[in-house]
């Protein structure tokens, strides 16, 4: 059974003739004429591209700090709770407290 190659090391290049030379790649980007670029929108216009803002960047919202709470109680209360949060289509518990809180602020205390 061959090893697939796997364990042989590869040579870093031609002992003969040393490592690539790519001292005759340019090092900038040719210049552009408007006309050139133009044309190029153009015919990218005419097959349908549609220019979606390069070079935006969103920003993510910073997130808001969070903290964890574990709470033990009667197993009646408990359930009630989660049932509760369930019954109002909540996804997380803490939706369920920020109810609590805004009726406990609406009655003025």
Do not use: C
């Amino acid at each position: 059974m061959s090893g697939y190659g796997f364990g042989s090391k590869k040579p870093a290049g031609d002992k003969a003739t040393g490592p690539m030379d790519l001292g005759g790649l340019p090092s900038s980007l040719p210049p552009l004429k408007r006309e050139d670029e133009a044309r190029a929108v153009a015919v990218g216009e005419s097959l349908g591209f549609v220019d979606r803002g390069q070079g935006v960047r969103r920003r993510k919202p910073a997130a808001i700090p969070s903290v964890n709470l574990y709470v033990k109680g009667p197993q009646d209360i408990i359930q009630w709770f989660i049932d509760y949060t369930d019954a109002q289509g909540h996804s997380a518990y803490w939706k369920s407290i920020e109810d609590f809180k805004r009726h406990m602020e609406g009655e003025g205390r």
